[in-house]
């Protein structure tokens, strides 16, 4: 090691966002386009797949450390959702017409037209313009 230059942080750990979200797995230091950011890697469990979410510090509202049995039991409760079911009217509306929008995007099934049987899709007015 350089003298004056310390050891990137990595650890097991409970990740608390702005008080609100509590995450856990495996916590380190990434650098992205020059900027320092934290990376919860959350591992793939019971079928889930793994999760990597990227926070600029300044959000996180406290990490703690711990082993990485609890870290893990942790991560298995608690799990970021990429997109949500709320967000998928909006990424249909956005979409081209020529774009299909993957299914897993919109969980409540196709009728024969392949339009989604809750979120109206081919309802909605969309400006392609």
Avoid: N
């Amino acid at each position: 090691m350089a003298e004056g230059k310390a050891d990137p942080f990595k650890a097991w750990a409970i990740l608390e966002i702005m008080g609100h979200r509590k995450y856990g797995g495996l916590v380190t230091e990434e650098q992205i386009a020059g900027v320092a950011f934290i990376r919860l890697d959350i591992p793939e469990s019971e079928g889930q797949p793994a999760v990597t979410q990227f926070y600029q510090p300044a959000s996180i509202y406290c990490l703690t450390p711990t082993t990485e049995a609890t870290a893990r039991a942790m991560g298995r409760r608690f799990r970021p959702e990429p997109v949500s079911r709320y967000e998928v009217p909006g990424l249909l509306a956005a979409a081209p017409e020529d774009d299909a929008i993957p299914e897993q995007l919109c969980p409540h099934g196709r009728d024969a037209d392949d339009d989604c049987l809750e979120c109206d899709a081919a309802d909605m007015e969309v400006d392609r313009g």
